[in-house]
């Protein structure tokens, strides 16, 4: 069965350092997201990806974090300068053809980011 | 902006009894999923609703969507201890491309 795969599933960065986290979604879909749990709270959007372009954005999703789809297969979310508050979970999720806010949403493991 | 409430945060219920989750939308619903997350994994969609009124029944589960689109609930009959996790409704609004999530009730069951 087709899953969505994220790499790395734990990283350790420094305060201020810059992280890239990777996924890669099912090849089919058209839509992709990035999430963020932070420990035992509530799974909250960061931004939605379609077309090559970012659709929708969320108010954390500030100057300091950017996507890409540099290859057609994998998406990436970057923080430029990393702090505390940015440890979490970050899932990456794709959506099938569709429209962006309807159907399922399949989910990655997950990266957790702890920032030190 | 677009909130989506869960409540309860938390509930204990012995192997058994039943457990009820309630969803409630700050604004119209295009559609409400529902979602389940056991510890230390990550969510995954049990289903979706889109009608007005629209029951959905999958085994001991119950789902509703209500008649104006704001609120659902997650109704499950005989908890069992595969059950615990925590069930997340997420709602999707027309014309946007994101889905909110609740803030998700973490269900307990002892044996």
């Known amino acids: 069965e087709p899953e969505v795969t994220q790499t790395p599933s734990h990283q350790v960065t420094q305060m201020g350092q810059e992280v890239i986290l990777r996924c890669v979604p099912i090849?089919?879909?058209?839509?992709f997201y990035w999430y963020r749990q932070i420990l035992g709270q509530k799974v909250e959007f960061l931004v939605s990806?379609?077309?090559?372009?970012?659709?929708?954005k969320s108010e954390i999703f500030d100057d300091q974090f950017s996507v890409e789809r540099p290859d057609g297969s994998n998406f990436t979310l970057k923080i430029r300068s990393t702090k505390l508050e940015d440890s979490a979970m970050y899932f990456c999720a794709s959506r099938p053809l569709g429209t962006g806010y309807t159907g399922e949403l399949f989910f990655g493991e997950g990266s957790r980011l702890t920032v030190l | 902006g677009q909130q989506v409430m869960q409540i309860p945060q938390y509930q204990h219920v012995q192997e058994g009894e039943d457990f009820t989750t309630y969803c409630n939308s700050s604004?119209?619903?295009?559609?409400i999923q529902w979602y389940k997350q056991r510890p230390g994994g990550h969510p995954v969609f049990l289903i979706q609703?889109?009608?007005?009124?629209e029951v959905k029944k999958q085994k001991r589960l119950t789902f509703q969507f209500g008649e104006a689109k704001k609120n659902s609930s997650l109704h499950i009959t005989a908890t069992q201890t595969t059950d615990v996790g925590t069930y997340f409704c997420a709602g999707g609004y027309t014309g946007g491309f994101k889905t909110i999530f609740g803030a998700g009730t973490r269900l307990f069951v002892k044996a």
């Open positions: 604004t119209t619903l295009s559609n």
């Open positions: 990806f379609y077309n090559n372009e970012i659709s929708e």
């Open positions: 609703l889109v009608k007005s009124g």
């Open positions: 090849s089919n879909h058209l839509y």
